[in-house]
């Protein structure tokens, strides 16, 4: 989620569709769960949108792969500029999360003393990880440790021993699919964690080698479309039927480690790769996006916590009104919060 690369047009569109992804889903997800066997209608408006967007995460490690393994860094250069532009903003949001929690826990749970509320702040690391989607930033600044030497080793081997060593990747994750993951929290299962940041890292060559290939035809982009939307489809059946088959609400087909989500990485990849859109607003917008993605990741759960907390949520409306309008506002307000961040003294430092 490096937005200060060299802007490249279709790598900010693929890096906008990305966060709008990722929003999506913390949007929709929640009426995937609440609501399956009681309003199949809204479940299903849910599971379609839920099920479009599961290329969010990958496709961030896929644009890290195409704009960092191809170029040589010098390793102390690339730690200062990688790692501690992700690690600083990173801290100072750790430290706001804690707060919130904090501040919403009820009166007779919440901590007072010093102590307690240290403890109460180490506990909650190690349980929750502060916010479950932080697991993507521990993962990206374990990764990011490596990159020097994998990007060096991709530069001297064939193309086709990448696809080689791709498509044992997709083997892998298919056989170890069922394997848990211990994605989120610290409180123990730490080889898990690593292997599961080993699986993740092949996104990164996968996006490494993508960027590598012409897929410049129409018959290549219309290809892409046409598996991106079967992908759709795929996600969105195999859910009901799998949920149907075992009497309970069954996501596996959401993983992001799963083959079908694997293609519908590599399909919206292609289809938006060296494109280029002339409309000038949406130019510009999509530009500000992704110069700001990496904030507005951070930030946009807290602004989700507190638009369900006024009673902004999927409930509100019928969910093809307000599923849209919440992640609308959701990216809309989490922008606005990193702009003036970035414009307060020092503040860019720590905004993201």
Known sequence: MDSNQKNIHWLDTLRTLALIGVIIIHVSTPTVKMIYGKNMEFWWIGNILDSAVRFSVPLFLMLSGATMLGKEYKSGEFYKKRILRVLIPFLFWMAVYWIYRWLMLEPVRKPETFNG???????????????????????????????????????????????ILLMIWAVLTFICMDIPLNLYNWSGEYLSKIFGYFLYSGYLVLGFFLSKLSTDSKKIKYFALSFFILSIFISAVSTYIL??????????????????????????????????????????????????????????????????????????????????????MTLITSFIIIYILRKIPFGKYISG
């Open 117 to 163: 509320i240290l403890q109460w702040g180490r506990d909650l690391f190690l349980k929750e990880g502060i916010s479950k989607h932080f697991w993507y930033i521990y993962m990206i600044l374990f990764i990011y440790l490596f990159i020097p030497f994998i990007g060096k080793e991709l530069r001297n081997i064939k193309k086709t021993v990448i696809l």
């Open 243 to 328: 949920s149907m088959h075992t009497h309970r609400l069954n996501l596996r087909m959401y993983s992001y480690l799963n083959i079908n989500t694997i293609i519908q990485s590599i399909s919206i990849f292609i289809w938006f790769k060296d494109s280029v859109i002339k409309n000038k607003i949406l130019s510009i917008l999509q530009r500000l996006i992704s110069n700001y993605s990496y904030g507005i990741y951070l930030v946009h759960i807290l602004v989700i916590g507190v638009f369900f907390n006024n009673g902004i949520f999927w409930t509100m409306a019928h969910p093809l009104i307000s599923l849209p309008l919440v992640t609308l």
